[in-house]
């Protein structure tokens, strides 16, 4: 059967990918990172594209993450397919980071995980009163990955945090706010949108200011204060201190959601936040989440995390350990280590270069 899980194809000077698995919210799998980044290879150094449109093929979600069953089923084996999905993965989101053409990214609906992993590096985000978007991993064990230890620290104060460790999701108003969307126009018109940009892509500034509707009030602008107070402490322990001492509504709701999450991930969350506040580049961003993946991708949380909430719907993990106290800095150091040089996770090879051993 050939997969058409990825629609690829030129309109004109514009070049299109639509994610189509609608059945999964456009969850991406192997297949379709390979799919797009052979795609996204091919028009990088053709003169007829001048730009790349990413969106959904249908349904009211752009993409819930990634095949994370997979994963999570290679995890209690040998973790091969695990990795492997994981090292294409992080190659698309680094091949579309530095990518030299403008690439847009229409935020139309859930766009949450790996989603969030192919919009972020896009030059124009457009969000809809229907985006609705999250990091939400740590109900399933996994890590802000996908290059939010890049992403996070890099926007307003300590919303990237907070946004890591709740899983909070922020419509198109708080995306605005953040930084994480660029442009907002209604659902209704994105259609027309599409159309006006394939017609003339050199005017997208002009078309996306003309459709721009207004997307409200953000609603984090009125807990950003506590946001950076609350979050801003020096460690996971002291922030979950801050939130029960805090003991408001707002605070205790935050605090719960953190709990609700596998204490491991909450852990490696803030130390993934705290490396990335620090880090020079992207590739080496990647690298260090490829590490990371590859562990907790075998971890019993993220095995347990994908029965709980995907498979057995129960969403009941019994995380191990059950406590955020209860994660030990051996264990910490053990996940954030330098994977043994044939392990490694490497970019894209450049043009001209000579492929490694991964690219065959
Ligand atoms: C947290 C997550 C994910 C999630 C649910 C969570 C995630 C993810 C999916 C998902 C959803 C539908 C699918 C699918 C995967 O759900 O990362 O294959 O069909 O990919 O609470 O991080």
């Not at 190659?91 to 053409?101: D, E, G, H, M, T």
């Not at 890591?164 to 018109?189: E, F, N, P, Q």
């Not at 264990?331 to 490694?344: K, N, Q, W, Y």
Request: hydrophobic content about 45%; proline content about 6%.
């Amino acid at each position: 059967m050939p997969d058409d899980s990825i629609i690829a194809r030129v309109e004109g000077r514009t070049a299109r990918l639509s994610l189509n698995r609608p059945q999964a919210i456009h969850a991406l799998t192997l297949e379709m990172c390979r799919s797009m980044t052979e795609a996204l290879l091919a028009w990088r150094d053709d003169p007829a594209i001048d730009l790349v449109l990413i969106d959904h093929a249908s349904g009211r979600g752009f993409c819930a993450g990634g095949d994370v069953r997979v994963a999570a089923e290679s995890g209690k084996g040998d973790g091969t397919a695990a990795r492997e999905f994981f090292h294409t993965e992080y190659r698309l989101n680094a091949l579309l980071f530095s990518y030299p053409k403008p690439v847009v990214a229409m935020m139309d609906g859930i766009v949450m995980g790996g989603g969030v992993g192919v919009s972020l590096p896009a030059r124009y985000r457009v969000a809809t009163e229907r985006t609705v978007l999250a990091m939400p991993e740590g109900a399933i064990g996994l890590f802000p990955d996908v290059g939010a230890g890049w992403y996070l620290p890099r926007l307003l104060g300590r919303t990237g945090l907070w946004m890591a460790l709740t899983a909070a999701r922020l419509r198109a108003a708080d995306c605005l706010l953040l930084g994480l969307a660029t442009d907002h126009v209604r659902s209704a018109d994105i259609e027309a949108v599409k159309a006006e940009i394939v017609a003339r892509p050199d005017q997208i500034e002009e078309i996306l200011t003309r459709y721009d509707a207004d997307a409200g009030e953000p609603p984090v602008g009125l807990v950003r204060d506590r946001i950076d107070a609350l979050f801003g402490r020096p460690s996971l322990d002291a922030i979950v201190v801050a939130l029960d001492a805090d003991g408001s509504q707002w605070a205790l709701g935050q605090l719960a959601a953190i709990r609700a999450h596998s204490p491991q991930t909450m852990q490696v969350a803030f130390r993934l936040f705290r490396h990335g506040e620090a880090m020079q580049g992207f590739e080496e961003e990647m690298a260090l989440e490829y590490a990371i993946a590859a562990r907790l991708s075998a971890s019993h949380d993220f095995i347990e995390g994908v029965r709980a909430v995907l498979v057995d719907k129960d969403n009941a993990p019994r995380w191990d350990p059950a406590e955020i106290e209860g994660v030990d800095e051996a264990r910490l150091a053990a996940i954030f280590a330098p994977l043994p040089p044939g392990e490694v996770w490497t970019p894209l090879p450049n043009p001209g270069e000579k492929a490694s051993f991964r690219d065959g």
